[in-house]
């Protein structure tokens, strides 16, 4: 596939996400989500096509793979249809699930298959319902749609320029089309007590999972299917795991977020036997969160829990007492992984260094970067180091000023902004931490205020993901980021009769 093709096809698929975003028809959204994953589709395909080599020259092969593919879509989105829970739920339980896959050249590939293939049957089943059900989809507000397609639009344009366009690609065809298709299907979707509970306890259930492996990793002194953290535990005096995880620091990253939602429950709860349950489960979570020796997870699930403290208890306490804690935990953590021949600067692994290069790299080209996910090309050639060694800084506000230079972070700040301003919108009228009465989940019986309540663990989760991202990297390029998003702005919205929040959540 020439050059001009592939980034016509990434204008195109973002844009017809972007078109999915801001329309208000049932229908015609969900035209916009299936014409997307088609010419994403496309656009993968046409750029591993060299790599199917095996599948070409084997026509019958590649007809019965995709007769098998395309059964299972089917019968997936029939069963979505006849069951609607399935759809968020099983994107819900899809969301960590990475399978390796040889993508040519000797190299590995670590895609969300189980996800792509739930998010596929799921545009099939809302195609289907939208044909017979001829109502309105729900509104997006306004600055989040806009602050996504300017993301979304601005990502696909530079990568025009992008020293390494077929990164831009995949990243495009496979992690930011499919997830804000994900966010459309998420957010449209009704999310009551019962649906709430059942996601909640998918995600606990796949952490205690996860957790668990984790510590039979730990014990038994072997992990699975990652040889460069094989290389690093040898040369390091701690072990860390991956668990089902490829890499320890989004193995911790998950633990972390769920620990987060399950605390932001326990602390609204009134029912000692739940509660003991709940204490349970984190606890297992977070003895599997010290195998990984994730720094970034580790003040992420600060941060979230900080959140929770100022929108439970008191905000001006947390504030006061929130720098200290966080410092001691930063000073602890890189005590912890010192010897006597390593510094801090060398228990941070080498992202100093990145985060250095990274700058260096903004500062060289301030306005427009050097193009999306140009980062790992114009970083080896800068340091002449090996290249795909790296692939961000490490910081994601470094690895976008590198990539995007001004015009991107404008665009990240934007979306954080409308990301947050949204997700804590009305949270005065809600938290007690904020003047609003308190009542135990357990007291509430009807659906409007436990639905304003499950916001705040939303919100803690997002806030702790996203210091996660500043830390490490994957905003954009992390489900979790879209899914949490969703929920957060579907129960904004099913809420928006509140007089706390601002008028254009309330319009109608």
Known sequence: MTDVLQVLGCVAATGLVAAALLVGSRRARAAALFAAMVVALAL??????DELESLRDSPGVFAGVAEVGLVALIGLAAAMVRWPLLLPLLLVAALPFRIPIDVGGGEDANLLVPLYLVIGAGVLATAFTAWRDRKATRRLPV??????VAALGLYAIQSAYSNDLDFATRNIGFFLVP????????VDVRWTRRLLALALAVVLGE????AVIGLGQHIAGEIFWNPKLETSNDFHFYFRVNSLFWDPNIFGRYLALSIVLATAVLVWLGDRRSAGYLIGVIAVAFAGLLTAFSQTSFIALLFGLGVICALRWDLRRTLIASPVVVAIAVVGVLIAGQTEDRSAREV????????????????????????????SESFSEAEDVKKGATTSSHNEPVTVAA?????GILAYVALLGASLWILFAGMRRIAP?????????DSVKSEPPFLKTSRVAIAAAFSALLVHTIGYAGYLTDPLTWALLAVG????????????LPAWLRRK
């Open 143 to 148: 600055p989040l749609a806009a602050a996504l």
């Open 207 to 210: 952490a205690l999972l996860f």
């Open 489 to 500: 702005t579907a129960l904004v919205v099913e809420t928006k009769a509140s007089p706390e």
């Open 179 to 186: 997830f804000a298709v994900m966010f459309c299907l998420l």
């Open 44 to 49: 993968l395909t046409g750029q591993g096509w």
């Open 403 to 407: 990539e995007q230079g001004l015009v």
């Open 433 to 441: 931490g904020l003047g609003a009465r308190f009542r135990t989940i």
């Open 348 to 375: 941070t692994e080498g992202h100093s260094t990145l985060f250095e290069g990274g700058i260096d790299l903004a500062v060289e080209r301030p306005l427009l970067g050097h193009g999306s996910a140009s980062f």
